[in-house]
């Protein structure tokens, strides 16, 4: 029994983006991290790992940098990595679910853990949709999950608050921010994780064609500057400011 | 070319952004067709301006959200360009769904042109994209970045009946302690960060988001210190991205990751006591003051109009 957490390495949410020739400049990013929600993702797959569920496997698909992300998941008890070398930068989203699912295949893993959106491109389609490839019960905005006998039982944000759901096997649960503490790798953690081997391989290592992408980035842009605003001093501006929120912005 | 879309409910209702849904598809031209997972909003759906079908999904999955199985049933009805909400659910049916029809997904636009131009936010704000997707596609649209379709519409409802296994069973519900309005649905967004101080002074907001019908939010430091204050109403990068047309931040200092969920607002109004707090630097009106000076005088102003 394997179960897989799929991580992404993304900018971190405090480096600076800048565009150059049309499209975000990857090489002046300062800082590389691993996708906030990914980060919980991570902490309950190895709860679960602990509780006796599975071995557990972190799965990344990127370009070379990532690999570092895969030593620090290690580095918290991850029992096995995958790299599957790709730049995804251009790829749509049938191109990225389809590497992914391949590679979850190929680690056998039934359960699969995820952040629920990746902190660049924003998106949240990763995880359905490989969901839906696995033929896997889906679980979206996963706060805490829990194994429970053959089956998984799951905290889920819902319309009206939240909903504890129960899923079998095989299935996919997509996290959001979770109230849970991440650990933190100990030096023990770190110096085994050096000496484990990352698997590396290419989406044609895992049979996939992807085909062209169906969706072309035509252009990245820095978002459109705001006109400098208006600053007050004291208490007393409410009033003004209210009185222009009513005749200058007509929002009230 | 068909447009089929994807109603957002709330409750027995259709939610508005369904309308909004409506007006982007029809500034597209084309026929289009408006899907009601559990028939839910089906006759508001059927007198919206420009909807040709509505199709009253009626089958048991329905009774509870399941993306994979309500995808199953929805998948064969989904033709040509499918649109849905970006809300959490939205995206979930919406990739699911591309993923049976094989399309690709673009999630979460704020434009469409003709020739299927979108543009979207990424690197949380920090850039916008803009891609051309081939025809059939789905994707979902940020809520009030569109111009929602007026009533006076009358569309014929049909009413199927499938159904598909349910692999995710619901135990429990646990409702929301208050019963506020939800961050990402509202017009105006009152939000207190860790400069509210306590999480009583919230009731502070509270009064003033009654008189102008606002929802509250919170800054990731106040939800993480106060118990008090629930994750729902968290905005910014791993809380909510709202769109609204008027975003009040009080005691916020306007990290990068809180300016992620609402640089987008249209009007940005800052209470901060700190002159040179970064949230000024997006702020429209910036108020340079404590919230315990600023907001009686702005529940009180606001009570005028
Ligand atoms: C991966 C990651 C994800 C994150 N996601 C989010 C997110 O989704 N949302 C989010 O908000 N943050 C997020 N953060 C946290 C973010 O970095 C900030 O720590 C947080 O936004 C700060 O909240 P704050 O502005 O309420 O608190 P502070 O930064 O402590 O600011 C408090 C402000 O209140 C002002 N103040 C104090 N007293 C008063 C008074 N009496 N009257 C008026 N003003 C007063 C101060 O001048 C100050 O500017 C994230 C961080 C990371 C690393």
């Known amino acids: 029994m394997t179960i897989a957490v799929l991580l992404k390495q993304v900018p971190d949410t405090t480096a600076k983006i800048t565009v150059s020739g049309g499209r975000v400049d990857q090489s002046s990013v300062a800082k590389w991290s691993t996708s906030p929600y990914d980060e919980y993702a991570l ?16 799965i990344t698909c990127g370009p070379d940098r990532a690999a570092k992300m895969l030593t620090d998941a290690a580095a918290v008890g991850v029992d096995s990595m995958l790299h599957v070398v790709a730049d995804t930068t251009e790829m749509d989203s049938k191109q990225i679910q389809s590497i992914l699912a391949a590679a979850i295949e190929h680690c056998g893993a039934d359960v699969v853990l995820c952040g629920k959106q990746a902190a660049d491109t924003n998106s949240g389609s990763t995880g359905p949709g490989i969901a839906s490839m696995m033929g896997a019960a889906c679980v979206g905005m996963v ?66 064609d992807m085909g062209e992408s169906q969706v072309i980035i035509e252009s990245h842009d820095s978002p459109p500057e705001k006109p400098p605003g208006q600053k007050f001093e004291g208490a007393d501006s409410v009033q003004t400011v209210v009185l222009k929120l009513r005749e200058e912005a007509n929002v009230i | 070319m068909e447009i089929t879309i994807i109603a957002e409910t709330s409750g027995e209702g259709i939610h508005p952004v369904t309308e909004q849904l409506v007006g982007a ?3 597209l031209g084309g026929v289009i067709t408006v899907l009601c997972p559990g028939g839910r909003g089906s006759d508001d759906a059927s007198v919206i301006s420009g909807v040709s079908k509505v199709i009253s999904l009626q089958g048991d999955c329905f009774s509870s959200f399941d993306s994979g199985s309500w995808s199953t049933v929805m998948a064969p009805f989904s033709q040509g360009i499918v649109m849905a909400s970006s809300s959490p659910s939205g995206r979930e049916l919406g990739a699911q769904i591309a993923s049976k029809i094989g399309v690709p997904i673009v999630q979460d ?26 025809s059939p596609c789905v994707v979902t649209l940020r809520q009030n970045a569109f111009e929602g379709a007026s009533g006076g519409g009358s569309a014929e409802v049909v009413v199927v009946d499938n159904s598909s296994e349910v692999s995710v069973s619901v135990r429990e519900a646990i409702a ?36 102008i019908g606002a929802a509250v939010g919170a800054s990731r430091a106040a939800v993480d210190s106060w118990d008090e204050i629930p994750h729902s109403m968290q905005v910014g990068q791993t809380g909510k991205t709202v769109n609204p047309t008027l975003y009040i931040a009080v005691g916020i200092s306007g990290a990068i990751q809180h300016l992620a969920g609402m640089r987008s607002s249209k009007y ?38």
């Open chain 1, 43 to 58: 902490e309950y797959a190895l709860q679960l790992k602990e509780a006796g569920a599975g071995d557990l496997v972190a």
């Open chain 1, 143 to 208: 706060s805490e999950v829990m194994v429970e006998g053959d089956s998984f039982s799951a905290l889920r944000a819902s319309s009206s608050g939240n909903e504890r759901v129960s899923v079998s096997r095989p299935c996919l649960f997509a996290f959001d921010k979770a109230s849970t503490e991440l650990r933190r790798p100990n030096v023990k953690g770190i110096m085994m994780a050096k000496r484990k081997v990352i698997e590396t391989v290419s989406a044609s290592d895992l049979g996939i």
């Open chain 2, 25 to 27: 598809a029809s500034s």
């Open chain 2, 109 to 134: 636009i704020t434009g469409i042109e003709p020739g299927y131009k979108v543009t979207r936010s990424v690197y949380s704000g920090k850039a916008v994209e803009t891609s051309s997707l081939s």
């Open chain 2, 176 to 211: 929301k302690a208050g019963e506020r309005m939800d961050v990402s649905d509202a017009e105006i967004v009152i939000s207190g960060g860790r400069g509210m101080g306590d999480p009583s002074n919230f009731s502070h907001l509270n009064e003033v988001a009654d008189v």
């Open chain 2, 268 to 305: 940005i109004v800052a209470i901060n006591k700190d002159p040179d707090a970064p949230i000024f630097g997006v702020a429209d009106y910036g108020i340079v003051a404590t919230w315990e000076d600023a907001l009686p005088a702005l529940k009180e102003e606001l009570g005028k109009l």
